[in-house]
């Protein structure tokens, strides 16, 4: 039998790669996991880091190193928790400074006053005092309030997403919630003072 | 009665959920609205979840993610990729080893060539560092004679062919 040479070594390994599962989860339970959560996984990256397009780049980047570390998740629940942990561990390499919310305010809502439709019109004002209101946010104080509000995650839920303990987040949200009301109404008295 | 400093409140999550289920305020029972008129932190939950959830529903809206079938093709592609450098690794290490020494022994035979090769180096000798090492180098092979000479001359000429080649083989999967 005649030797193996590097060359050879070499193929045989890399045809060895190429044919292993390269991850734990299978293309259909992918499917299932994806559909159910790219949007949601967007609408956090956007906000809590007020760009859009970084969002698109870190949306695959949060899948790709969710599937890598194959995490033993017993429930969905779990897995999406673990999804968003590690979406939010990219949001903070990936912070920059606070920036505004992208609010896209859609024709409806900016003609809404032309047409008559007030209560369109108040929405689309509550939404821009939430954009001016957001941009003095840190990345934490949005990150918690997202979830907790936007969400509805429980406490245990957020400390599961967010790498912290629970007993933090009862503190850390009230502080946060406190500060978002405050900003809220500060944008909402500038919008009166113009 | 409302207190400023109060922090949570357990019907916060019922509210929270309501919200979220668009149930707030009119589809919810009467003695939760009335709370949350005497409540502060759920006031305040009520003055900001809706704006947040609402938010959530237009940036879902707006997200375009990708087909799932190009999503999962692009990262299984990576993972092969980098499983595949993380197997070559070891390999390419051994090239690159391989084409150190041969840079070592070309170095260290240099010396000996430009001897043999007649005496136009002799300005390179007189630099400041080359002059020791080769001094060594040429002290050991002193001894050497004219066939001797013949083939580490071989020598050098196969070195020089082999180095751009072991090179090659060592970067060209990095
Ligand atoms: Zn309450």
């Known amino acids: 039998m005649r030797d193996l040479t590097l060359s050879e070594i070499e193929r045989l390994q890399v045809d060895a790669v190429a044919a292993e599962q390269p991850f734990v989860m299978d293309e259909e339970s992918f499917r299932a996991f994806y559909e159910e959560t790219a949007r949601p996984l967007w609408a956090y990256l956007s906000r809590v880091l007020g760009d859009n397009a970084m969002a698109d780049d870190l949306v695959q980047e949060a899948y790709y190193r969710f599937l890598r570390a194959a995490p033993d998740c017993e429930t969905e629940a779990h897995r999406r928790h673990y999804l968003f942990r590690v979406a939010s561990n990219l949001a903070r390499d990936h912070w920059r400074r606070p920036r505004p919310l992208q609010i896209a305010l859609d024709e409806a809502g900016e003609g809404a006053v032309v047409d008559g439709s007030q209560d369109l019109a108040a929405d689309t004002a509550r939404r821009k005092d939430l954009g001016r209101a957001w941009a003095h946010l840190s990345r934490r104080d949005r990150e918690l309030l997202w979830l907790a509000y936007a969400h509805g995650s429980a406490h245990r839920e957020i400390a599961a997403a967010l790498g912290l303990r629970t007993a933090s987040i009862k503190l850390m949200l009230f502080r946060a919630r406190k500060r978002l009301a405050r900003l809220l109404r500060q944008a909402e008295a500038e919008v009166g003072q113009t | ?174």
């Open chain 2, 1 to 174: 009665m409302k207190r400023p400093d109060q922090r949570e409140c357990h019907r916060e999550p019922e509210l929270v959920e309501a919200i979220i289920d668009g149930r707030w305020p009119e589809g919810c029972d009467e003695t939760l609205r009335q709370h949350v008129g005497d409540c502060a932190v759920c006031a305040e939950v009520a003055e900001i979840a809706p704006l947040l959830n609402g938010e959530h529903t237009a940036a879902c809206h707006e997200a375009g993610p990708p087909p799932v079938g190009a999503v999962w093709w692009r990262l299984e592609a990576r993972a092969r990729r980098e499983a595949m450098l993380r197997a070559t690794r070891p390999i390419l290490w051994t090239q690159g080893l391989a084409a150190a020494c041969v840079v070592g022994l070309a170095l260290g035979v240099l010396p000996l060539t430009l001897e043999v090769l007649g005496d136009w180096d002799a300005w390179l000798y007189q630099s400041a560092v080359l002059p020791e090492v080769s001094g060594v180098v040429t002290s050991w092979f002193a001894h050497l004679d004219h066939e001797n000479i013949q083939l580490a001359l071989i020598g050098c000429v196969s070195v020089a062919l082999l180095i751009p080649l072991a090179l090659y083989l060592a970067l060209s999967e990095e």
